[in-house]
């Protein structure tokens, strides 16, 4: 059986063939936002990219600070936000 390709399903058997269903990989997240009271570290938005996020002076960040940019075109974790401490 061929080798299973990125974003791509199994192979499944129909009849004497073999298909394989697949996503395209994508190489860029969408630009995410600084949340309110926060600022956005990072410039590039392309795969395996890193953007963090750290809040102003008295608050504290909710969701996940640190994120990466995925195969899938998605952010890692949680969307980030800052709230009061």
């Not at 059986?1 to 129909?14: E, S």
């Not at 570290?41 to 809040?55: P, W």
Request: proline content about 8%.
């Amino acid at each position: 059986m061929p080798t299973l390709a990125p974003n791509c399903l199994p192979f499944k058997k129909i009849g004497k063939m073999s298909i394989q269903f697949c996503v395209p990989a994508t190489n860029s997240c969408a630009k995410p936002r600084a949340p309110r009271h926060g600022t956005k570290i990072g410039r590039s938005y392309t795969l395996g990219s890193v953007v963090t996020i750290v809040c102003d002076a008295g608050y504290k960040v909710s969701g996940t600070a640190k994120r990466f940019c995925q195969e899938n075109g998605q952010w890692s974790g949680l969307e980030p936000g800052c709230s009061r401490e």
